[in-house]
Structures are given as C-alpha cells and as structure tokens.
Nanobody, 123 residues
Framework: QVQLVESGGGLVQAGGSLRLSCAAS????????MGWFRQAPAKERELVAA????????LYADSVKGRFTISRDNAKNTVYLQMDSLKPEDTAVYYC????????????????WGQGTQVTVSS
C-alpha cells in the first residue's frame, strides 16, 4: 500500500559524497520503519542503515558508520541517506525499504522496496 521512489544515485569519485532520497506515497509514512539496503553484483542484499519507527535507535552497518547518515522527514514523507567519504566498495544498487510496525533489519523481512538507484564509486 506504500510506494517508494528513490533518487540521487550516480557516479562519484572515491572520497566524494552523494545524497539519496526516498519519497513515500500516502499518509501512512509514520507507521513504517525505514531503511536503506544495497546489493552489489553477485552479492546478497545487505542492510546499510535503518530508522526504526518505534524509536529503538538508528542502525548502521559497521562498514558505513561515521560516513553515512540516515534521516527522515515525516512531513515530507521522505527518508534520506547522506553518503560521505565514499569508497569503491560502496558501489552497489541502493534500495529504499519500509517495514510496517517494525524495523527493516533484513531483506527478507522488508514489506516494501523502492526500485533501486545505482551508486558507482570510482577509484
């Protein structure tokens, strides 16, 4: 019942920055925990960061702590992922994710996915 539309991906040099946005449809945005996942070729889709709806704390993968920041604006029905100090290993398709009444911790538990946006970091 929710649609997620992502934007902001692109090609950037190592050390650069990108800001991803995910706009959710409807007025039930606040009912969902939101997160960002990524999937590189031949690899599993993995959690990057999440904002639990229940306020249990912000989650980050160890590989992005200190470099990525997730935030949300409920008034705009939008979640963001600010990515700084990008590394070539960050190259992947990034997906916005939503889980009703919970935190999207694993790909199998996600209720809604965005279409994905490509992030490519050149060395």
């Amino acid at each position: 019942q929710v649609q997620l539309v992502e934007s902001g991906g692109g090609l950037v040099q190592a050390g650069g920055s990108l800001r991803l946005s995910c706009a959710a449809s409807g007025r039930t945005f606040g009912w969902y925990g939101m997160g960002w996942f990524r999937q590189a070729p031949a690899k599993e889709r993995e959690l990057v960061a999440a904002l639990p709806w229940g306020g249990v704390g912000t989650l980050y993968a160890d590989s992005v702590k200190g470099r990525f920041t997730i935030s949300r604006d409920n008034a705009k029905n939008t979640v963001y992922l600010q990515m700084d100090s990008l590394k070539p290993e960050d190259t992947a398709v990034y997906y916005c994710a939503a889980k009703a009444w919970g935190t999207p911790r694993t790909a199998t538990d996600v209720d809604y996915w965005g279409q994905g946006t490509q992030v490519t970091v050149s060395s």
